[in-house]
């Protein structure tokens, strides 16, 4: 009777155990794309919506009305401050004995937008004429859309996810169970255990990836402008790396407890920082070099380079070696400091 | 069966640990030979699980010497896992993977052994074959437990409580699986507290307590080794019997008090029953429970250290 290469048996438990799991299932392929259906959705690039204004007086109603992006109401001046007041209109416009006057909330972009559209319409009903004519050209292509900036951003944050808590859970699981005690009191080299995570978990990354972007690519038409070979580098190398940081925080911890609160310390500041719903250029200079040194900004900058500006290899070099840097580290401190018992 | 000039299968001198302020072994010496089935009993905390973890290189010693199967964990560590079969106190497999699975994983660890079907039949799970580890019983886990022991072929089995919080038939099922093996000529260390699991599967026991050896021999010897066959339990109303006065009868090896009534240790049942009920006569004192049992190793634990093996 010959059975089957130890490796290959440890590798098919991790995937008997996490298709075995519906919850893991959701987590990893189908609540991405919901996140990233839903933030679609919510920030689809709409046509410049008509903005609510109201207006006192007839003249003034007349003048508005010449411009298509208003929709204008005539109120008597109370009633229009009220609206305003409520959120009801973006703007009013009352008569004045100078002119006329615009009441709106300068914080508010609509207000601002509003009242820019009227001056110009009230202006020109006035008989104004532009002195430079100007033509407007739209941009609403792919790759410059606010889905274009989130699919290589969840495409991140879940590989950081799968790879950590997958590692995470499955490890500190069998630790507490005297799983792993059992495991060393067997013949198999120790390394294996851990090995036959990391060929799960690349085997995975290929499907988890595939799923996530094709729904970007099918469904929004996000671009994939880079070679598939530089983006599939990049996959591995970022998931490696988290595959290595997974191991090092589940390492020591004895209960699901201890091991959850460390990987949402390691992984909360990441969510925020590393740019997965918004630029992490947002944050103070001070803090970029510090941000741009976590593996999830390396990550999801190297892939939003592959992936919409069809950046090659050596482009994202520097990325690529902060990747391999964390993987060298937390992989050597994780071997120093792994408890079997 | 083994001849006495085969080495022994296991062979422990001097062993001491301690985890921090406890110690756990004090100096403790065991010898297996190779073919028998060799029971450590003793109570909770006794120190058996510190014991054979060292033994099967999962706990480092802090003194003396341990040879198993003539090899040493520091320079064979390797080859000995190869032949060695082991099941811990309590692990918990994994509950989403199938028996079958769980066996095929282990056996691939070792380079030979029977298949995971024949491992199954051994330990009269056939009917389990295919359902999850989590559906399965207290006593088919154990078996389970028992079988991921077996895969590789072992020429030294060691297993910590087998029955350990399993039901009485459960237990009964698997000392069946345990005796086959015994039978078939396996070398086995097992650990327990109950004393019925020693008497009937071990062919000598080491009594241990606060991590020593007391008492070591056949269940038959240790029994005869206290000098009674037989344990009296007397019982009356009203105060505590007074034990001296039974333990000072010429027919009693030993009394003493236990709960208010006295157990007394004799060796002529006939001899002895009819000076005891005199002397609880001459007390004046009524007798409202007389039980009699054949001495165990529980009496023998009793007879050495004055408690009893597990508090009921
Ligand atoms: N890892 C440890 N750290 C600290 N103390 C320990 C450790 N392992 C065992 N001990 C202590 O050593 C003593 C012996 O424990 P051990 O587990 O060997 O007993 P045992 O005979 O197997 O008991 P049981 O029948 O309850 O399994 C106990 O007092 C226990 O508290
Ligand atoms: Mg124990």
């Known amino acids: ?341 | 069966m083994s001849s006495l000039s085969a080495p022994p299968a296991l062979r422990v001198r001097n062993l001491r640990k301690a985890f921090q302020d406890v110690v756990a072994v004090d100096g403790l010496d065991l010898e297996v030979r190779a073919g028998e089935c060799f029971g450590l009993l003793g109570p909770n905390g006794a120190g058996k699980t510190t014991t054979i973890e060292i033994c099967e290189g999962l706990t480092d010693r802090d003194s003396g010497e341990v040879e198993v199967l003539g090899l040493s964990w520091e320079k064979d560590a390797r080859r000995l896992r190869e032949r060695l079969g082991i099941q811990l106190q309590e692990t918990q497999l994994s509950e989403k993977l199938t028996v079958h699975e769980t066996l095929s994983l282990f056996r691939s660890f070792f380079p030979r052994g029977p298949s995971p079907d024949e491992t199954i039949a051994r330990v009269q799970l056939e009917e389990k074959r295919n359902s999850r580890v989590g559906s399965l019983s207290g006593g088919q886990k154990q078996r389970l437990a028992l079988a991921c022991a077996l895969v590789g072929e072992p020429d030294l089995l060691f297993l910590d409580e087998p029955t350990t919080g399993l039901d009485p038939q459960a237990r009964r099922q698997l000392w069946e699986v345990i005796a086959e093996l015994q039978r078939a000529g396996r070398t086995i260390l097992l650990t327990t507290h109950y004393m019925e699991e020693a008497e009937r599967l071990c062919d000598r026991v080491a009594i241990m307590d606060h991590g020593k050896v007391i008492a070591l021999g056949t269940p038959r010897e240790l029994i005869a080794s206290i000098g009674a066959g037989h344990v009296v339990r007397l019982s009356s109303s009203g105060s505590p019997l007074d034990a001296a006065a039974f333990g000072a009868l010429a027919c009693v090896a030993a009394a003493r008090t236990d709960d208010g009534a006295v157990e007394a240790q004799v060796e002529q049942l006939h001899d002895a029953l009819p000076a005891l009920l005199d002397e609880l006569e001459r007390q004046g004192r009524p007798l409202t429970e007389l039980r009699v049992h054949s001495a165990t190793l529980e009496d023998v634990f009793m007879a050495f250290t004055g408690r009893r093996l597990r508090d009921e």
Not at chain 1, 183 to 193: C, D, H, I
Not at chain 1, 230 to 258: K, Y
Not at chain 1, 283 to 300: C, E, G, K, N, V
């Open chain 1, 1 to 341: 009777m010959n059975s089957r290469h130890p490796l290959l048996e440890l590798t098919l438990v991790r995937f008997r155990e996490f298709v075995r799991e519906p919850e893991a299932i959701f987590w990893v392929f189908v609540f991405p794309i919901l996140l990233a259906a839903g933030l679609g959705l919510a920030f689809r690039n709409r046509p410049a919506e008509v903005l609510k204004v109201a207006a006192t007086g007839p003249a003034l109603v007349r003048a508005l009305r010449l411009e298509k992006r208003l929709d204008v109401r005539p109120l008597n001046p109370s009633l229009a401050v009220e609206a305003l007041r409520q959120g009801k209109v973006a703007l009013v416009v009352e008569t004045a004995p100078s002119g006329v006057t615009y009441r709106f909330d300068d914080t508010n972009p609509d207000g601002r937008a509003a009242r820019q559209l009227a001056n110009d319409a009230i202006e020109s009903a006035a008989g104004r004429s532009n002195p430079v004519p100007a033509v407007d050209r739209l941009m609403r292509e792919p790759g410059s859309r606010y889905i274009d900036f989130l699919i290589p951003g969840l495409l991140g944050m879940n590989m950081m996810g799968s790879a950590i808590w997958g590692m995470g859970f499955a490890v500190v699981d069998a630790r507490r169970k005297k799983l792993l005690k059992r495991l060393v009191a067997t013949p198999m080299p120790r390394y294996y255990y851990l090995l036959s995570f990391i060929l799960s978990r690349l085997f995975m990354l290929v499907v988890e990836v595939g799923v996530v972007a094709g729904f970007g690519m099918l469904v929004f038409g996000v671009p994939m402008r880079g070679s598939l070979a530089g983006f599939g580098a990049v996959c591995l190398a970022g998931s490696l790396a988290f595959c290595s940081l997974g191991m090092l925080i589940a390492s020591r911890a004895r209960t699901i407890e201890a091991a959850s609160g460390l990987m949402n310390v390691v992984m909360m500041p990441m969510w925020i920082l590393s740019g997965v719903f918004f630029s992490a250029e947002r944050f103070p200079d001070a803090l970029q070099p510090a941000i741009r040194a976590l593996p999830l900004t390396a990550l999801i900058d190297a892939l939003r380079a592959s992936m919409l500006q069809g950046a090659a290899l050596a482009h994202v070099a520097p990325q690529l070696g902060i990747l391999v840097g964390w993987m060298v580290l937390c992989f050597g401190l994780a071997l120093k400091l792994f408890r079997w018992k």
